[in-house]
């Protein structure tokens, strides 16, 4: 067949051309082309995003009133615990990693990723982890019990069998990450289209290059930690057993050099993407591109510095609370940056509130008010009381619902188009973008308040004066979690068909990406593109 069915015509997976995709399963298992793999991940990661959320939906319906509903207490701890592992390593990273395959490329000029055969085993990689992982639930003894921050020595001496493959869960994705991580940089580092310099990069990639050096610099540190617990278990050693001379205290260290990171790896591409899309909307230029790119390096830096924040309560020196409160509170510096510059872009531009936009400003709103409750975590004589309340868990899922998750969703509304060469259904999107704003808000804000009145976090019974803001806060996740089978259906209704997409389908829009057709054909920019000015501005 003649290579004249070009994807400018059907859709981007119909082509079969000499250079189109081949046909069949085999095409997604052998694949090495950055588009199809970066798809992969993507309908992997929300795969995942609804089994990490059906295990929210059992955590809330049992919160829902007081006293024991549906599971038993140490069924609800396995939720609790799959709950957290899935869904940060199985929905919000993969959903990045997907993102940063598909557009990196794109935005840069680039034929491809750097090292593609290693792109398609580090996605391979995830089915059978998080596989591996699920299949914990149904062993003797059920899935890991311990909370997605598996302190020894509850996940050493006191947990189930199943912990051994949940240690060897954890070691592919964290393979499958540095690999991943590797890529980007040779990507980034070696493809860029001539005259593209670092300073003319768009903020996703920008965000990306930092987000992979603190895979690699973290991920090995979570591999080392895991392999001391399977150490403790099966060989004898007391790392983590104070029985043995070890110390419980040692783990926290170590979990959390490599925890603290791990929350920038899953906000920083959200912070890019957003970049992207709030100047699209607003028909301006970013407002300082050069402080923001210097920010971003800022909190990756800081982000080494103040893991012991997350242990003010196990008695460090007072010297060193210090330390990590100052630390912490610095952080909040080049984030205010990134957030007035994102204010300042929008000020007195020709604003319009398509999805995308929508999603990128709920991101501004809802992130700086997480950012103000860390403020509120990073004081260390107040941090005594909050610690280990509802009110940590409502910071951390203010930074990461409206942070990471809807700035996955602002990108895939706004990168939509480019992907199937349809424009989605635009009144679908804003009724899935109120309905999740509504039921996140509804959820999550409540535990604000339980927290500070004294709830304590992952217990599946509660005191009586907690019953109501629980209700509400049930009520909103089962409301959230409903809407995003809205959000699948308008996905999948974009990709079978729809309005043509243009080239360019918002007008607002400047960058590599947007000078391919839509769909974005199989292989782009095989001859370098020639930058223009338009395609220089960020």
């Known amino acids: 067949m003649s290579a004249a069915i070009d994807s400018h015509e059907g859709h981007g997976h119909t082509e079969h051309g000499h250079h189109g995709p081949a046909k069949g399963l085999m095409r997604w298992v052998l694949t090495t082309n950055h588009k199809d793999i970066g798809t992969m991940y993507l309908v992997f990661s929300f795969a995942m995003f609804l089994f990490g959320g059906s295990m929210a939906m059992v955590i809330r319906a049992e919160l829902f009133q007081p006293g024991l509903q549906i599971v038993q207490p ?33 935005m840069i000029g680039a034929p491809d990723m750097a090292l593609p055969r290693m792109n398609n085993f580090s996605f391979w990689l995830l089915p059978a982890a998080f596989s591996l992982l699920a299949s914990t639930l149904f062993m003797e003894g059920g899935g890991p019990n311990f909370g997605w921050t598996f302190y020894a020595p509850l996940s050493t001496t006191y947990a189930p069998q199943s912990v051994t493959f949940f240690i060897f869960a954890i070691h592919l994705m964290g393979i499958s990450s540095i690999m991943g991580a590797i890529n980007v940089i040779a990507t980034v580092l070696n493809l860029r289209a001539p005259g593209m310099t670092l300073m003319q990069m768009p903020l996703f990639v920008w965000t990306w290059l930092i987000t992979a050096f603190l895979l690699i610099a973290v991920m090995p540190v979570l591999a080392g930690c895991v392999t001391m617990m399977l150490m403790d278990i099966h060989f004898g050693t007391s790392f983590f057993s104070a029985a043995g001379g070890g110390d419980p205290v040692l783990f926290q260290h170590v979990f959390w050099f490599f925890g603290h990171p791990e929350v920038y790896i899953m906000i920083l591409p959200a912070f890019g993407a957003v970049s992207s899309i709030i100047p699209t909307f607003s028909r301006k230029q970013l407002f300082g591109y050069t402080s923001m790119v210097y920010a971003i390096g800022a909190i990756a830096f800081l982000s080494f510095i103040v893991w012991a924040h997350h242990m003010f309560v196990v008695g460090i020196p007072v010297v060193g609370e210090l330390f990590f409160m100052y630390a912490t509170m610095l952080i ?38 997480g950012g103000f409750s860390g403020l509120m975590l990073a004081i260390a004589p107040a941090d005594f009381q909050y610690h280990d309340t509802y009110f940590v868990v409502a910071h951390f899922h203010y930074v990461l619902v409206p942070g990471a998750i809807f700035g996955i969703f602002a990108s895939t509304y706004y990168w939509l188009p480019k992907w199937t060469g349809h424009m989605y259904d635009e009144s679908l999107a804003r009724l899935h973008f109120w309905l999740s704003f509504i039921g996140m808000n509804l959820a999550f804000f409540p535990m604000h308040f339980v927290g500070l009145a004294g709830m304590p976090r992952r217990i599946p019974d509660y005191n009586l004066m907690f019953a109501n803001f629980n209700m509400v806060s049930s009520i909103g996740a089962f409301l959230f979690g409903a809407t995003q089978l809205l959000f699948l259906f308008i996905v999948i209704k974009c990709v079978r068909g729809g309005p043509k997409a243009a080239d360019k389908p918002w007008d607002g829009a400047h960058g590599l990406e947007w000078t391919v057709p839509s769909p974005a054909p199989y292989h782009t920019f095989q001859t370098p593109p020639e930058l223009d000015e338009r395609s220089r501005l960020h």
Not at 78 to 105: D, K, R, S, Y
Not at 333 to 358: D, H, I, Q, Y
Request: proline share 6%; no cysteine; charged share 5%.
């Open 74 to 106: 140490e069924f609800f701890n396995q939720m609790t615990t799959m709950h957290g592992l899935i869904m940060v390593f199985g929905a919000v990273m993969p959903a990045f990693v997907g993102l940063a395959n598909w557009m990196i490329p794109l």
């Open 332 to 369: 909040a510096v080049p984030t205010g940056v990134k957030v007035f510059n994102w204010v300042s872009t929008m000020w007195r531009g020709s604003l319009s509130f398509e999805a995308p936009m929508l999603f990128a400003v709920a991101f501004v709103i809802l992130f700086t008010i």
